[in-house]
């Protein structure tokens, strides 16, 4: 990326996503459709970094916060589109129609991007060989963006996919109330990355705007877990912790726009945004391991001292000249 553009390696990497699903959809045996799955994995990483190359190169700083908002918001409707659509298709008319359909979608989003013009202009080359790529990776600043994705991924890896089966057996909730909570927390999330886009282009801080976020995400989750109110109270606190856990999406991804060093972007953005992978891996191990045995409460403790260290990572500065 920091050679050739994001804009080029979105190219390869949604192209490549094309032929993988079209693989998928053909796939005659279990191996070509697992061949297909790990090129569609490998398309997809080029996306985060080449997404936040794009936006950090040609968007001017003022327009930054809510371009990286928009982002968000935009990702996290797909995310929900994906499977209203996709499954009804795959019931409808089989699964391997579904994989042609989404195929067609990604053939569409690929001529898109071509009819965009390339206005990426190469680093300077000076400024690029004055430090290595391992003393432009290596800092202390980096490493604690790499820290806060691995964390924020831990706590929604966590929410999404354990806090159901956490409350069920803690507070003896229904199903209905706590799937609809986590429902409730999805679409408040959305909604919160357009407040904190907009707060974060007001404030012009996104060390502020991250600390309050997650400081009411904090606040949120200790509701939660406190049980008071019982079930509205309960309800309450996942509005609430979905609104804050998006608020901080754009002040984090403009944190790590703000560590970037020309030249080192690409690899940068790819660094850091691995952390989203790490704490997916981190998070179902974790919490699946404490409530299998039987500790609930350690769960709830285990997301709000991520949180705490969340908060800490994301508001301190390394650097006094940082904004």
Same mark, same amino acid.
């Given at each position: 990326m920091d050679r050739f553009g994001g804009l080029f390696c979105l190219k390869i990497g949604v192209a490549l996503s094309v032929v993988s699903i079209a693989i998928c959809a053909f796939a005659p045996n279990i191996w070509v459709f697992t061949t297909g799955y790990l090129l569609c994995g490998l398309a997809n990483s080029v996306y985060h970094p080449g997404d936040f190359h794009l936006l950090n190169t040609q968007v001017p700083n003022e327009k930054r916060p809510l371009a990286f908002s928009v982002h968000s918001f935009t990702g996290n409707i797909g995310f929900a589109l994906a499977p209203a659509m996709v499954t009804p298709l795959g019931f409808a008319c089989g699964w391997r129609m579904a994989f042609y359909a989404v195929a067609a979608l990604g053939c569409i989003g690929l001529v898109s991007l071509w009819l965009l013009q390339d206005v990426h202009v190469r680093a300077d080359l000076k400024a690029t060989k004055s430090k290595s790529p391992l003393s432009a990776l290596l800092t202390p600043q980096l490493w604690l963006?790499?820290?806060?994705?691995?964390?924020?991924?831990?706590?929604? !890896?966590?929410?999404? @996919?354990?806090?159901?089966? =956490?409350? %069920? *057996?803690?507070?003896?909730?229904?199903?209905e109330l706590v799937t609809a909570a986590l429902s409730a927390y999805l679409l408040c999330g959305?909604?919160?990355?357009?407040?904190?886009?907009?707060?974060?282009?007001?404030?012009?801080?996104?060390?502020?705007?991250? !600390?309050?976020?997650? @400081?009411?995400?904090?606040? =949120?989750? %200790? *509701?939660?877990?406190?049980?008071?109110?019982?079930?509205?109270?309960?309800?309450?606190?996942f509005l609430v912790l979905g609104f804050a856990m998006g608020f901080v999406l754009p002040a984090r991804d403009m944190l790590v726009a703000r560590t970037a060093r020309a030249g080192f972007q690409g690899q940068t953005y790819g660094l850091v945004t691995t952390g989203i992978n790490v704490g997916q891996l981190i998070a179902p191990v974790m919490a699946g391991v404490l409530i299998n045995h039987g500790y609930n409460n350690g769960f709830f403790a285990a997301m709000l001292g991520i949180l705490a260290i969340c908060l800490v990572a994301g508001t301190v500065r390394l650097n006094p000249k940082q904004v």
């Amino acid at each position: 990326m920091d050679r050739f553009g994001g804009l080029f390696c979105l190219k390869i990497g949604v192209a490549l996503s094309v032929v993988s699903i079209a693989i998928c959809a053909f796939a005659p045996n279990i191996w070509v459709f697992t061949t297909g799955y790990l090129l569609c994995g490998l398309a997809n990483s080029v996306y985060h970094p080449g997404d936040f190359h794009l936006l950090n190169t040609q968007v001017p700083n003022e327009k930054r916060p809510l371009a990286f908002s928009v982002h968000s918001f935009t990702g996290n409707i797909g995310f929900a589109l994906a499977p209203a659509m996709v499954t009804p298709l795959g019931f409808a008319c089989g699964w391997r129609m579904a994989f042609y359909a989404v195929a067609a979608l990604g053939c569409i989003g690929l001529v898109s991007l071509w009819l965009l013009q390339d206005v990426h202009v190469r680093a300077d080359l000076k400024a690029t060989k004055s430090k290595s790529p391992l003393s432009a990776l290596l800092t202390p600043q980096l490493w604690l963006q790499f820290t806060i994705f691995v964390l924020y991924s831990v706590i929604s !890896g966590g929410v999404q @996919g354990f806090s159901v089966v =956490a409350a %069920m *057996q803690t507070f003896g909730y229904g199903l209905e109330l706590v799937t609809a909570a986590l429902s409730a927390y999805l679409l408040c999330g959305t909604l919160g990355i357009v407040a904190g886009g907009v707060t974060l282009k007001l404030i012009q801080s996104e060390r502020l705007g991250f !600390g309050i976020g997650t @400081g009411l995400a904090l606040l =949120a989750w %200790m *509701q939660v877990w406190s049980g008071l109110g019982g079930q509205i109270g309960y309800m309450a606190g996942f509005l609430v912790l979905g609104f804050a856990m998006g608020f901080v999406l754009p002040a984090r991804d403009m944190l790590v726009a703000r560590t970037a060093r020309a030249g080192f972007q690409g690899q940068t953005y790819g660094l850091v945004t691995t952390g989203i992978n790490v704490g997916q891996l981190i998070a179902p191990v974790m919490a699946g391991v404490l409530i299998n045995h039987g500790y609930n409460n350690g769960f709830f403790a285990a997301m709000l001292g991520i949180l705490a260290i969340c908060l800490v990572a994301g508001t301190v500065r390394l650097n006094p000249k940082q904004v």
